[in-house]
């Protein structure tokens, strides 16, 4: 890496799987900005979320931890205060960091090391969507349906537009402002948008972009591969089982998710064309990631919740290239690598020791060609689980656990469906056994499911408390300074028009 803090720039979106993605294979979609940072940077193939839900995973790319070493179980819990994220180390090191858009936190603290929060979240931050792993056979009122699917098609205006089109917006705004300003420290913005998370809704402009019979349908259909247990509760706790999905209903919510990837594709081109414009963009380093995929109707299946490759596998992409080659890396890395490995962008490879024992490896030997770890773990922790689910990816394995239910052995490069669990054939029983071994001295299972269902108790109480009398809402509330924006009569105008202007030019008496 060169000399010097670059800036980063992390663009972050919500539920959107590699397999859709025209850098990792598909031939529908349509991204020319996200292409354009694929051809141009260093993709890796086989990245993974720790924990296929929104809010976990989040936490685990902030914290380099796993979900559960900080209590990050499901949507509800709490990121606690005192868990150092990237957003703290950065900050430690010299840089201004920011975010706009959505990050989940839950709970008082919704900052967790970001300087500036540009917009309140798209979801709530207090503890009503905890799950109850007391009542396995009630679903929560509160997650997912089918009408995600069975609604899909063309919007004018969505929830979901309001927020990502404020997001991009004030995300702009902002990269004008620091270019603008007399702080000289390099930032770290996360622009993070909930597009092309369900529901599956999307204007005409990008619907058009596809015509209905190119869009391609699940490589393995519904009813094709067998349904483990933790399927069968997955279609409960999303109410499958009493929504029947048409082919007809499939490739239309497919459709309108590949138009929704479009747009993310837009408002990436946006960010883009604001950093050049504004001359940034050659110091700033650019990721491109997302928090989990979506099943898309793979296996019957919708959503995420599971380790299956559809919902587990996110793209990732770093575009820096006077400071990486591009390349392809196959090897296995996943979002809890990403802290360390932005600490070694703002130390140029040489960042002193953690303050703690971080889960994640940086990710720089990877970006340099020089080696790189080939290792991910996984936990979920959520609803439509009983218990903890684990998972370990190296080479072309992939083993998952639960205990109660069947283990999955999947050779993904042989079988890429995950339609042959190999834990029946002879040929893998001494592989089988080693990675048993390795779970079990990883994991105390027992102990992990009380710590759960404790926590998931507590929090239940606490929601029904906070709601009792006059609720106290932790969403974060942005806050704009009116004194210091647009024409202000404290401020010289000279000194105003010049300040706000760029580029910079000789103060309007001098000319």
């Not at 839900?53 to 005192?82: Q, T, W």
């Not at 684990?390 to 999955?408: C, E, I, N």
């Not at 995950?418 to 027992?446: F, H, I, K, S, Y």
Request: with cysteine; proline share 7%; glycine share 6%.
């Amino acid at each position: 890496m060169s000399a010097g803090k670059p800036n980063i720039l992390v663009l972050m979106a919500d539920q959107l799987t590699p397999t859709a993605l025209a850098a990792y294979g598909n031939r529908v979609s349509k991204t020319p900005h996200i292409d354009a940072l694929a051809a141009g940077g260093v993709v890796f193939e086989s990245a993974y979320t720790n924990s296929p839900l929104c809010a976990p995973s989040r936490y685990v790319f902030m914290a380099g931890k796993l979900p559960s070493r900080i209590g990050a179980y499901d949507n509800a819990a709490e990121l606690p205060s005192e868990v150092l994220t990237f957003g703290h180390y950065l900050r430690h090191a010299g840089y201004r960091t920011i975010l706009s858009g959505k990050m989940h936190f839950c709970g008082a603290d919704q900052l967790h090391g970001f300087e500036e929060r540009l917009t309140t979240d798209i979801y709530p931050a207090d503890f009503g969507w905890t799950p109850d792993w007391d009542q396995p056979k009630v679903r929560p009122s509160w997650y997912h349906n089918m009408a995600s699917v069975t609604d899909a098609g063309v919007c004018v205006r969505s929830n979901q537009l309001d927020f990502d089109d404020e997001v991009v917006f004030l995300a702009q705004q902002k990269l004008f402002d620091v270019v603008r300003d007399a702080d000289p420290r390099p930032f770290c913005m996360v622009v993070s948008l909930t597009h092309p998370h369900d529901p599956y809704a999307i204007p005409q402009e990008y619907w058009d972009l596809y015509r209905d019979e190119d869009i391609d349908m699940p490589r393995v259909p519904a009813g094709s591969a067998p349904l483990d247990p933790h399927t069968q509760r997955l279609r409960h706790v999303s109410d499958m089982d009493r929504s029947p999905i048409s082919d007809a209903q499939t490739r239309h919510a497919r459709h309108a998710y590949y138009g929704a990837v479009s747009y993310v594709d837009a408002q990436i081109g946006k960010i883009r064309r604001t950093l050049e414009a504004t001359g940034q963009a050659d110091n700033t380093i650019i990721v491109v990631l997302s928090d989990h995929g979506d099943m898309l109707g793979e296996r019957g299946l919708w959503y995420k919740m599971n380790f299956f490759e559809n919902a587990c596998r996110v793209p990732l992409i770093v575009h820096a290239p006077q400071r990486f080659q591009p390349r392809r890396v196959a090897a296995s890395v996943s979002l809890v690598d990403i802290l360390p490995t932005l600490v070694d962008f703002a130390f140029g490879g040489a960042a002193p020791a953690a303050p703690e024992v971080l889960d994640g490896r940086s990710l720089l030997p990877h970006l340099l060609g020089t080696g790189g770890h080939d290792d991910v773990v996984g936990e979920y922790l959520a609803e439509g689980a009983v218990a903890p689910l684990v998972m370990l990816r190296r080479g072309a394995t992939k083993f998952v656990h639960s205990p109660g239910d069947p283990d999955q052995l999947f050779n993904l490069v042989s079988d890429p469906n995950e339609l042959t669990n190999l834990v029946g054939d002879p040929a893998a029983a001494d592989l089988l056994q080693a990675l048993r071994a390795e779970v079990a001295a990883r994991w105390d299972m027992a102990a992990l499911r009380s710590q759960v269902v404790a926590s998931q108790r507590r929090r239940r109480f606490h929601f029904a408390a906070q709601n009792q009398g006059v609720p106290q809402y932790w969403d974060h509330q942005p806050f704009q300074a009116a004194s210091q924006r647009y024409m202000r009569n404290h401020i010289d105008l000279d000194t105003l028009e010049a300040r706000a202007r760029y580029p910079v030019v000789r103060s309007f008496s001098d000319s």
